[in-house]
């Protein structure tokens, strides 16, 4: 288990240590700089996927609006468990209802007594108490709403359409959390819903762990943005169901597991689209195991997993025949993130297409986000459509294909 504590208090910081030590886990703490917020310790904080996060909100100088959003981001991403440090703090300030209306309840108080501290603490990590209940997260969003709206009442420079700006002498607004997670997301909302293919150039290569890490990343940018269909007849969704604890959605044929939602019935897809996803991300599975290439190459983009290494390489070479003349193809390679030699030979046979050629991080729980991807999908949800390549311009392309054109048929 690895504890991670945010902040700068002592006894906290003594309180996480020694509970980690009790159970062989371990413990890691950032200390917060003057004027560092959360905020800018994101993606940091992500990258190191701890079990267990404790917010020390006495050394954070973020704003509700910021910190809010952040914590939740940073918890949706790792699937992690959230204690709240707040000393001094109201149980009815308002960050701890806005906090508590998004689950979140596990708050220590104590800063006075280290022996009352450890307890507390060590009841939190026995029995986490940030599963509030739906019904109270219900009342507590919607006394959020009302404040935020008598705000707006009370500073009419508040409404949603003033400019981000403020004109000298005017009030200066409190930027809402809607405001601030629109700062906050690196790619904008399509105007109408973008259908992503994921196809692998083999079995067990990694596809359907780019899909739900491509999920992932777009639910951070807006939560419930993007689902997961199973296209492809393997068995995922339901072998999800037996291994996890997840909620269903029997009406869907699907099911929400990690902030992400996984169906597996594409006759389903006219009522999924209705429910106003931005981005739907198809699992093809393998491309040799007879997935639907009518199908795929009708999708917005096509992100093509496979392999460098021996034995990965051939199918993959196949794969890239298969899709060359497609537009906005996307080659991910898995399996080589740690392999510099590998990536430049990979490279070097990618050249012509190598702005579109990128390497994916190890992501051993496809539910656990890895941020290390977050470059590259960006680049590809934000690459302007280009025209597909000239069936003459292939071996220019791509020179090596034409070495193993009397290996593998077309």
């Known amino acids: 288990m690895k504890l991670i504590y945010v902040g700068n208090h002592d006894y906290a910081s003594f309180a996480l240590a020694k509970e980690a030590k009790q159970r062989e886990g371990t413990y890691w703490q950032h200390e917060v700089s003057p004027g560092e917020t959360l905020q800018e310790l994101e993606q940091e904080l992500i990258s190191q996927a701890g079990d267990l996060y404790c917010y020390d909100l006495t050394s954070l100088p973020d704003s509700e609006e910021l910190l809010v959003p952040t914590i939740e981001r940073i918890r949706q991403a790792v699937n992690a468990e959230v204690i709240l440090y707040a000393p001094g703090y109201s149980p009815e300030s308002r960050v701890l209802v806005s ?9 220590l108080f104590e800063d006075e007594n280290l022996g009352a501290l450890q307890k507390e603490l060590h009841r939190f990590v026995e029995h986490p108490e940030s599963q509030v209940s ?9 006394q959020r709403s009302q404040f935020y709206e008598q705000l707006r009442q009370e500073h009419p ?3 949603e359409d003033e400019p981000e700006e403020t004109a000298p002498g005017a009030c200066d ?5 809607k405001r601030e997670q629109e700062k906050t997301r690196s790619i904008r909302k399509p105007e109408k819903v973008l259908r992503i293919a994921v196809a692998g150039s083999q079995r067990r290569i990694g596809t359907t762990t780019a899909a739900l890490q491509l999920v992932k990343f777009l639910n951070l940018q807006q939560e419930d943005s993007a689902i997961y269909l199973e296209y492809n007849g393997t068995g995922y969704v339901d072998a999800c169901r037996y291994q996890y604890q997840v909620q269903e959605e029997p009406e869907l044929s699907g099911i929400r597991f990690r902030n992400v939602r996984l169906y597996e019935n594409p006759q389903k897809l006219s009522e999924l689209l209705s429910r106003g996803y931005s981005y739907i991300i198809y699992d093809y599975g393998s491309l040799k195991e007879g997935a639907d290439r009518s199908s795929i190459f009708e999708k917005d983009r096509l992100l093509l997993v496979g392999g460098g290494k021996p034995g990965e390489l051939a199918p993959m070479t196949d794969a890239i025949r298969d899709v060359l003349d497609q537009k906005q193809v996307f ?4 399996y ?3 392999c510099t030699k590998e990536q430049e030979d990979v490279r070097k046979l990618m050249r012509g297409s190598d702005a579109h050629t990128f390497f994916l991080s190890s992501a051993p729980d496809p539910f656990t986000y890895n941020p290390d991807h977050s470059p590259i999908f960006e680049r590809i949800l ?9 069936e003459s311009r292939q071996h220019q392309l791509f020179p090596w294909l034409k070495r ?4 593998a048929a077309i």
């Open 404 to 407: 193993r054109n009397h290996h």
């Open 382 to 390: 934000r690459e302007e459509p280009k025209q597909v390549v000239k």
């Open 331 to 334: 080659y991910l390679f898995n």
């Open 157 to 159: 420079c508040l409404h």
């Open 336 to 338: 080589l993130h740690d």
């Open 134 to 142: 739906r019904e109270e997260q219900e009342t507590l969003l919607q």
């Open 99 to 107: 906090l508590r209306a998004l689950g979140i309840g596990s708050v």
């Open 173 to 177: 607004p409190l930027p809402s959390a």
